[in-house]
């Protein structure tokens, strides 16, 4: 009996819904739940508790900083507020190491908020190849679960990650055009993507992004944007839902801002007005999604032509 209850004191545990972050990653925390519980069957089935240690695959993967089936624990170096309720955070990383992302990717981060465990995924804006650090751009909500614990974090916190997740298979020079179209926080993606080609001088790709906002002081990482416009393959507009007029933006802003909620001619102009016919990146909210989408399908895009973060 007593060896008995040692196995099942060394069984698993299944997650909770709260600890997935709902964003298809692949291993999800289920996942894991399922490939640890088989590998404690089988070790138990044995009688072999040595089992249930994992094993290294390579010694590659030790020196990996992150992973998708395990936490690793960031120190977080710099809070850097960007609106009323939206912080950068930078983390530190081993002199001269990178995090190994590609473009697209995201990574969960892992909280406890009332004895409850909660993940979410975000994606990083620092550069691909940043060494030392990545940063993340997360907007704390008044009543979010995992805003509850974020809140907190301040200079020297540790917070747990893992990942990479996703992401889009991009190829220098493998598109003439893109259009980028971003509501709010979905801007993290289209971030390392621009600078990733910007950073190559061989990557001719013409880039558009459209950045929709509620109000011009609600535009985040204002000094990253206009460095990565001033190259000459890029171009950033801006769709502000809540200004009433362009007088009081900075002149810089005024000739590239639109008024009013991005709409089906606002889509149709933005695509016209591209050198080539784009291929379109979209990111923001379930609803600003469907909205791009609609607008897409009846100017003939195909799903072939667009990509959804």
């Known amino acids: 009996m007593a060896e008995n209850d040692e196995w099942l004191s060394l069984r698993p545990c299944e997650p909770l819904p709260t600890q997935c972050c709902g964003s298809g990653c692949k291993p999800c925390v289920f996942d894991i739940y399922e490939k640890e519980l088989m590998q404690w069957k089988q070790a138990r089935a044995k009688g072999d508790q040595r089992l249930l240690s994992k094993s290294t695959e390579s010694s ?83 009543d979010g679960l995992m805003s509850q614990y974020m809140k907190t974090w301040k200079e020297g916190d540790t917070v747990c990650w893992r990942g990479p997740f996703g992401g889009f298979p991009y190829k220098p020079n493998q598109y003439e055009q893109l259009l980028l179209f971003a509501s709010g926080t979905g801007i993290a993606p289209m971030v390392p993507l621009l600078q990733y080609i910007v950073a190559d001088e061989e990557d001719e790709v013409f880039v558009t992004l459209v950045g929709c906002f509620r109000t011009f002081q609600d535009i985040y990482m204002k000094p990253r944007l206009q460095e990565l416009a001033a190259y000459w393959n890029v171009k950033t507009l801006f769709v502000l839902s809540q200004e009433q007029d362009l007088k009081h933006l900075l002149r810089s802003y005024q000739e590239k801002t639109y008024l009013g909620r991005v709409n089906g001619d606002m889509v149709k102009n933005f695509v016209n007005s591209c050198r080539r016919k784009p291929f379109i990146m979209v990111c923001g909210s379930i609803t600003f999604n469907k909205d791009i989408l609609n607008y897409l399908h009846k100017l003939g895009f195909s799903e072939d032509l667009y990509f959804v973060f």
């Open 60 to 142: 590659q993967k030790d020196l990996q900083l992150i992973a998708p089936e395990k936490w690793s624990t960031f120190q977080i170096v710099c809070v850097e507020q960007q609106t009323a309720d939206t912080y950068l955070y930078r983390f530190q990383l081993p002199h001269g190491h990178c995090l190994g992302l590609t473009v697209g990717q995201h990574i969960v981060a892992r909280g406890v908020v009332s004895g409850l465990e909660v993940q979410r995924a975000y994606t990083p804006v620092s550069p691909l190849d940043a060494e030392g650090y990545f940063e993340v751009l997360i907007k704390i909500y008044e």
